[in-house]
């Protein structure tokens, strides 16, 4: 086997290793030995999550050889630079910066900083965002800006100009709520003492192993598995294959409407007689170790009865395709909007109007780590499993009957997670490690490989879209049309955020007297969409913010000032035919429009032939939790005196824990509670209530609401007669509970109705404008974004951090949706690279990449606040569309605006033959189906509605 000893001097100290010299890599050695800090993402030396310190060089470890390692060299990881009580420079400076969201990337970037430090300890915020350039650092959650704002103080603090204390001085003392407190949990990240779900794995006696096997082709009868091969390979203990599965072999995913036509429970954990897109899994080898389990899967083989593959969704809605799912339709949920007078009267009566078609591509979330889950049986004979996921309590459902055990079995805990922006809300994972950890008895992982996680998890749908608008001869708008085909990929998982959303969002926040709406959703041999940040939404406003503007133009009107001349007004409804809860989109309009008027002088003075510039506008939202909504947490007082919130907001980075704190701290200010007396117990269903999904921007402002009412229960038990408070000992004397459960649960509005799409749907939105500036190369048609500002309204901020990262992570994602990021090359898009993640020079900086959040406190909120996550991935990417076109003229109707498709556009208009995308036709027409949905209601559903 090769194996041999080799010594390393590993922070300071010699070890003594015995190692697979042709197999292991150094970083496979260091993880061994317990070094978890080093973390293994993309795999591919493409991250940078597991760089090291070798001798004196940055190195990527996952990728380097052990037997290339001189033995007696010096390595130097994340857990040898800093202690939790004497912390590196730089690892306080991520901490007070933001730095930490999800907390995988830090060590590799804390790493690389230093190596750039000890060559070059004065840079400029250029040198150091060439160097994370350069170096290849990854970073999916922060937007880079607090990156290199930490890296910009550290090298302040070792070149003397600033001490330690001058950090820890940016930390408050005493006040948490709207404040720059750091994520509680930021420590133990930035030392690389976290155990995410793979380090786990590794401190785990007796661990087995899995190895997917996934099909090669999208579409077809599976006739046999054959795995008797691998079953006599070393180290295997079994192969699992769908004959199995104890239980009904299915994932059950309620779409949550009467206007499906079927779905929900279409899913199999291993296929058994058809598989569905590449990703599926039909066969699930467990080992003694990862390598045993990989080399055995390779070894099953598969005989498969090729069927078509509907790899696009036109394809799949053509007349005369089979139907993916026997039994339903391709096109299987749609959902209709009637809002005022009929458009075929209005839209002919405008002065002026536009028509838009553009497809929107499949985007992957492309987190750092990939998806990764951990199974054992405890004590009591429960099934535990330990992951990541947006909606703990929910994943019971989704897979017990499949498992064959009942959900009252099943305990979920929440792993430190490595992002997800959404994808974790799907079941796949812990239904596959669950299914293997009751069929051995024993504690089984699983992480794939990061091609394995490209092709297994859910991604952001890509969409057909044709939209109109029209305006009278003032410019206001008259009409709205909008026909959206959403492609759900191979299942029916979260179906209905597509068919909702357009019924809800379209044309906000603009009046529009007369709208329709059609939101059709189908089956496809791709991948099956899941949640990602702003789901559906992002989509839509492709189309309308890029119509808004084509408007603007028409009227010979400025695109911003065209958007303030429609912006709803008090009083105002919207398309769902009720008024919004607050009216805060004129003053971010007012907001941004200086901003907005200074990138366009920009762009005017410094056009060239050879560089062009443009400044474009977009306008976002999306809803914040949902009619009947419900949240509980837990409140503890403890025999010391402290107090204990339990809750399952569940943290993938966005910043649950800082966001617990401050609202138990804020809600029980009157006990004089310092923030390091109140303990965080997160996500896990044996200690801590249901407080619902970590989705649609909700447990800001639901964990905030139950959080006050279980304080307010807390503090009217304890407070005695003469005001003050009692002891936890005198509770227990007086036989008071001290232990109390808050909840809160959205009204249910009455009036919604599917069948015309009437009622707003959620208590409130969110608000995000943007603008950017853009470059394009004229040889190249590479379009870079050079300024990217953001102007929203949350209300009261909870913590500022949080805010920030957020806005800036999604500004991030969205400037990658419009210009590189895909999937639909299983070979090409399997890595981070070849997806087209945005690397740090594709992101703005400094002035150049900005938040204003305006504070317009909501009266319903306890604290004054709402949610916004999803806002600020609604509308950023259609600024940039919006921009490229005020820079060269063009429009890209099949996203992404690579440099070849701007390119090509742009000779086509030199050459007088470019042309704007054609409308699509989706099967049947839009208004004869509208007429017949119209026609034919449903049974009327009224009140809450199941939202994915």
Not at 558 to 573: C, I, Y
Not at 787 to 802: E, F, I, P, R, Y
Not at 825 to 831: E, P, R, T
Request: hydrophobic share 35%; glycine share 10%.
């Amino acid at each position: 086997m090769g194996m041999n000893r080799i010594v390393l001097t590993i922070n300071g100290a010699e070890r003594s290793l015995i190692c697979d010299m042709e197999k292991d890599t150094l970083a496979d050695v260091l993880r061994n030995l317990g070094l978890t800090g080093t973390k293994v993402g993309c795999g591919k030396g493409q991250c940078g999550a597991c760089n090291v310190i070798l001798n004196g060089k940055l190195t990527r470890s996952c990728t380097l050889n052990i037997k290339r390692v001189p033995e007696y060299s010096r390595v130097e990881t994340i857990e040898g630079i800093g202690t939790a009580n004497n912390l590196h420079p730089l690892q306080l400076a991520w901490i007070v910066y933001g730095g930490v969201q999800c907390g995988f990337c830090s060590p590799g970037f804390i790493l690389s900083a230093k190596a750039l430090l000890e060559t070059n300890p004065s840079p400029t915020r250029e040198e150091v965002r060439d160097w994370f350039q350069k170096n290849r650092n990854a970073c999916r959650c922060t937007g880079y800006k607090p990156l290199v704002d930490g890296v910009m103080a550290a090298a302040e603090v070792m070149r003397g100009e600033k001490t330690m204390d001058d950090l820890y001085n940016m930390i408050p003392e005493d006040q948490v709520f709207d404040t720059r407190y750091p994520k509680p949990t930021a420590l133990g990240k930035v030392l690389g003492t976290t155990d995410y779900g793979d380090d786990i794995s590794l401190k785990v006696p007796d661990m087995l192993h899995l190895a997917p096997v996934m099909p090669t082709i999208s579409h077809g009868l599976l006739k046999s598995v054959d795995t008797a091969a691998a079953e006599k390979a070393e180290g295997v203990v079994k192969v699992i294959t769908a004959k199995d599965v104890p239980g009904t072999n299915r994932i059950v995913f309620p779409i949550g409407t009467s206007w499906a036509d079927g779905g929900g429970s279409e899913r199999p954990i291993i296929c058994d007689e058809k598989v569905f897109r590449r990703g599926d899994v039909i066969a699930l080898v467990v080992a003694d170790t990862r390598r045993h389990a990989r080399d055995a899967a390779k070894l099953v083989t598969a005989e498969y009865e090729q069927l078509p593959e509907y790899l696009d969704a036109l394809d799949a809605v053509a007349e005369d395709a089979l139907e993916i799912h026997p039994g339903m339709p391709n096109e299987f949920l749609r959902k209709a909007r009637f809002h005022g007078e009929d458009t075929r009267q209005t839209l002919p009566k405008s002065a002026h109007q536009v028509e838009l078609s553009v497809r929107n591509q499949t985007q992957p979330h492309m987190p750092i780590e990939p998806d990764t889950a951990n199974a054992y049986i405890d004590g009591d004979g429960r099934l535990t499993i330990m992951f990541k996921t947006h909606a703990l309590y929910m994943q019971k459902g989704f897979i017990a009957s499949g498992l064959g055990i009942d959900p009252e079995n099943i305990r979920l805990i929440l792993n430190p997670s490595g992002g997800s922006f959404g994808y974790a809300f799907s079941p796949g994972t812990i239904a596959l490690v669950g299914l293997a950890s009751l069929l051995t008895g024993s504690p089984c992982t699983l992480t794939f490989s990061y091609e394995e996680h490209q092709a297994f998890t859910g991604k952001r749908p890509p969409t057909y879209q044709n939209v109109r608008i029209g305006c009278d001869e003032k410019g206001k708008i008259t009409a709205a049309e909008l026909d959206i085909l959403y492609d759900n990929g191979c299942y029916s998982e979260a179906a209905n955020s597509g068919a909702l959303v357009p019924t809800k969002y379209f044309m906000t926040p603009y009046t529009t007297p007369s709208a329709r709406v059609l939101s059709r959703t189908t089956f496809s041999n791709t991948p099956f969409n899941t949640a990602y940040r702003c789901p559906a939404a992002a989509n839509m406003y492709t189309g309308q913010e890029q119509a808004m503007d084509m408007l603007a133009e028409k009227m010979g009107m400025d695109p911003m000032d065209f958007r303030l001349l429609n912006v709803w007004q008090e009083g105002d409804t919207a398309i769902y035919g009720e008024k919004p809860t607050v009216y805060v989109a004129e003053g971010i309009f007012k907001e941004m429009k200086p901003i907005y008027e200074k990138l366009k002088k920009h762009a005017a003075e410094n056009t060239t032939e050879e560089k062009k510039y443009g400044a474009g506008v977009a306008f976002g939202s999306f809803n914040i939790s949902n009619s009947g909504d419900h949240a509980e947490i837990a409140l503890e007082l403890n025999p010391d005196g402290t107090v204990t919130h339990y809750s399952t907001w569940e943290d993938m980075g966005q910043g649950a824990d800082v966001g617990c704190l401050a609202y138990t701290h804020e809600a029980l200010k009157p006990l004089g509670l310092k923030p390091e007396q109140i303990h965080i117990v997160m996500s896990d269903t044996d200690t801590c209530p249901d407080t619902g999904r970590a989705a649609a921007s909700r447990c800001n402002l639901m964990t905030g609401q139950a959080t006050d009412d279980g304080a307010k229960k807390m503090l009217d038990a304890m407070r005695k007669e003469d005001g003050t408070y009692r002891t936890y000992d005198e509770m227990v004397a007086e036989g008071l509970p001290t232990r109390f459960v808050g909840a809160f649960t959205q009204p249910v509005n009455e009036k919604l109705n599917e069948n015309d799409g009437f009622g707003k749907f959620p208590p409130d939105q969110s608000y995000a404008g943007f603008v950017c500036e853009v470059e394009v190369d004229a040889a190249t048609g590479k379009t870079k974004v050079i300024a990217m500002h953001c102007v929203s309204d949350v209300g009261k901020v909870t913590n500022w951090l949080s805010l920030e990262g957020q806005a800036f992570g999604g500004m991030m994602h969205s400037i990658g949706y419009a210009l590189s990021e895909n999937y639909y090359d299983f070979k090409k898009h399997n890595n981070l690279i070849g997806s087209g993640f945005p690397f740090i020079k594709d992101i703005p900086d400094g002035e150049n990449f900005t938040l204003t959040n305006l504070e317009t406190v909501r009266d319903y909120a306890a604290f004054g606040g709402t949610g916004i996550s999803e806002g600020y991935q609604s509308a950023g990417h259609v600024a940039v569309l919006n921009a490229l076109y005020a820079a060269v003229g063009v429009r890209i109707g099949m996203l992404p605006a690579t440099p070849d498709k701007v390119k090509a556009a742009m000779e086509a208009k030199a050459n007088g033959t470019y042309k704007e995308q054609e409308p699509f036709f989706f099967g049947k027409d839009f208004h004869e189906y509208l007429d017949y949905i119209k026609a034919h209601p449903r049974i009327e559903y009224k009140g809450a509605v199941v939202h994915h």
